[in-house]
């Protein structure tokens, strides 16, 4: 089952602080919903495991991520695949574009995911919901990495 979805945040952040942080190990485990373990494997690789839940199925996913097509500090492509077990295989890839405005950065994606096993059984509404409140949920915390702080 494949899906693709698009979406922008804007930042209120330099472009090239947005830029570094898209390529800190440690900002990108706190950003993705369920990390449990996000490193860095060779210079544009890493290792990760991640728990996610949709519909009844919930499955711990270990996969590889890679950075590629990688325009500092304009913006990459971050592809991974992961696999979940008996709950299925999920992999895709997102196209990252960083372009400055209103004094901070725009950040725009386009993702694209295909999802196989238990987990494509599930149904295209429950599966699209759940990928768009993950990608939803990932920007918004890196969106909070820039936020300043409340207090």
Do not use: H
């Amino acid at each position: 089952m494949a899906m693709t979805m698009t979406g922008e945040y804007q930042l209120a952040a330099p472009r090239q602080a947005v830029w570094e942080k898209l390529n800190d190990a440690e900002t990108l485990k706190v950003c993705i919903p369920g990390c449990e373990t996000f490193e860095r494997t060779a210079d544009n690789e890493f290792q990760a495991v991640a728990i996610t839940k949709i519909g009844p199925v919930k499955a711990k996913f270990k996969g590889k991520v890679t950075l590629s097509d990688l325009d500092p500090p304009n913006g990459y492509r971050i592809s991974g695949q992961g696999d979940g077990g008996v709950a299925g295989f999920a992999k895709g890839g997102a196209t990252v574009a960083l372009t400055e405005k209103d004094g901070g950065t725009l950040l725009s994606y386009n993702v694209e995911a295909q999802i196989g096993g238990k987990l494509a059984q599930l149904g295209q509404r429950l599966i699209n919901g759940a990928a768009k409140k993950t990608a939803d949920e990932f920007f918004k915390n890196f969106a909070a990495v820039f936020a300043p702080p409340s207090g």
